[in-house]
């Protein structure tokens, strides 16, 4: 008689793609109302009792990672700087091993708000970098965009980040016409001078009230056509590979060293075919994908007791039915019901 060796479970697609690279929504809050993800009054918030406890969170994240080979972690929301134990669910998430015996990559994307006071903390804890998002360097243009007045806040944060090590420091920026055009070269400038690495994300439909449009939106030609104006760019040697940026290196010159900036065109040059994604909302449903029109319930079977090789089974489930692409464009896309904020970005 033979003994059958099993293989390890993956979250493979029928499309030949395999997710190792998990966002993790910790809340659907946030204490800002960006016009682009959120309407200016909020959402109707998650019921508290159906957003996952740390513990909760932690044994989902022992499933992805020792049992389906995540190998990378992004803390997301609404805005996880809200959730008061942050610190303790990174360092709860660094203690686990990957396949290969090593820890997690961890990240955070974050508005930055609050930041200064927790980044050494969050270092300390295993937190590996941050994202921080900013689409404004002009006061009133960012709290017209943010509608809230916070712009030192999020600088002081970043300045933070940089203090403690947590290289290199990212920014994300959504630039929308007619708005934050006049921004685009000087965020370029700001985050140059300072080795800070700047992604411009084209709009996506996953804001409020359903208003996106396609021709409205400034696009990945656009935004490196007015950046070359002011830079001298060439495309990155590094491969876009899994990662959604396309990245350009722009050229030294007297007022900035040089460096990398990347757009992500996930609209007019989607990676979809080489995504390695998989989502997890604060209220602990699978998204295979931001555009997913269906979700699978882990928090369901996780409350009622299953063990985590039976969730690990549930998630492979789920992810095998990933669609090939979002659809942005295609006849019969729409629009997911939740919002970016609710879905984790
Ligand atoms: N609150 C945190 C922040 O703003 O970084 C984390 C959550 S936020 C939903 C994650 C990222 O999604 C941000 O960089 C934000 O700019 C981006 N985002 C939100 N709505 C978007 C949209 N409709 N299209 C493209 N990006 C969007
Ligand atoms: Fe909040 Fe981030 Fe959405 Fe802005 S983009 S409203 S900071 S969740």
């Given at each position: 008689m033979t003994v059958g060796v099993r293989t390890p479970l993956v979250l493979a697609d029928a499309h030949g793609r395999v997710a190792t690279d998990l966002r993790v929504s910790l809340?659907?809050?946030?204490?800002?109302?960006c016009t682009y993800c959120m309407p200016a009054d909020g959402l109707e918030w998650f019921p508290t009792e159906e957003v996952l406890t740390d513990d909760e969170v932690l044994r989902v994240l022992r499933v992805a990672v020792?049992?389906?080979?995540?190998?990378k972690v992004r803390f997301t929301g609404?805005?996880?700087?809200?959730?008061?134990?942050l610190e303790r669910i990174v360092a709860g998430t660094k203690r686990l091993r990957t396949r290969t015996g090593g820890t997690p990559e961890l990240s955070l994307t974050t508005n930055g708000i609050g930041l200064d006071k927790r980044v050494h903390a969050l270092a300390e804890a295993g937190l590996d970098r941050v994202n921080v998002s900013l689409d404004s360097l002009d006061r009133d243009r960012y709290a017209a965009l943010a509608?809230?007045?916070r712009l030192d806040a999020v600088l002081a944060g970043l300045a933070a980040a940089e203090a403690a090590g947590l290289l290199p420091v990212k920014v994300n920026s959504v630039v929308m016409r007619g708005v934050n055009e006049p921004d685009v070269v000087p965020l370029a400038q700001f985050c140059l001078e300072r080795g800070y690495q700047l992604r411009y994300i084209e709009q996506?439909?996953?804001?409020?009230?359903?208003?996106?449009?396609r021709s409205k939106m400034v696009t990945q030609a656009e935004l490196l056509a007015l950046l070359g104006q002011r830079y001298r760019l060439a495309p990155a040697s590094e491969q876009r590979g899994s990662a959604p940026a396309e990245l350009w290196r722009v050229a030294a010159d007297d007022t900035q060293p040089g460096g990398l900036i990347g757009v992500?065109?996930?609209?007019?040059?989607?990676?979809c075919g080489a995504c390695d994604r998989t989502r997890i909302t604060a209220d602990g449903q699978i998204r295979t994908?931001?555009?997913?029109?269906t979700e699978t319930d882990l928090r369901t079977p996780l409350r009622a007791g299953a063990s985590e090789e039976e969730l690990a089974q549930v998630w492979a489930g789920a992810q095998s039915r990933?669609?090939?692409?979002?659809?942005?464009?295609?006849?019969?896309f729409e629009q997911p019901a939740r919002t970016m904020s609710a879905i984790g970005g």
């Open positions: 809340t659907d809050r946030c204490n800002l109302r020792e049992q389906l080979g995540v190998t609404g805005e996880p700087l809200l959730r008061r134990s509608r809230r007045d996506m439909p996953l804001g409020p009230r359903h208003e996106w449009d992500i065109p996930s609209v007019t040059a989607p990676f994908c931001l555009f997913s029109r990933k669609a090939p692409s979002h659809g942005i464009g295609e006849p019969g």
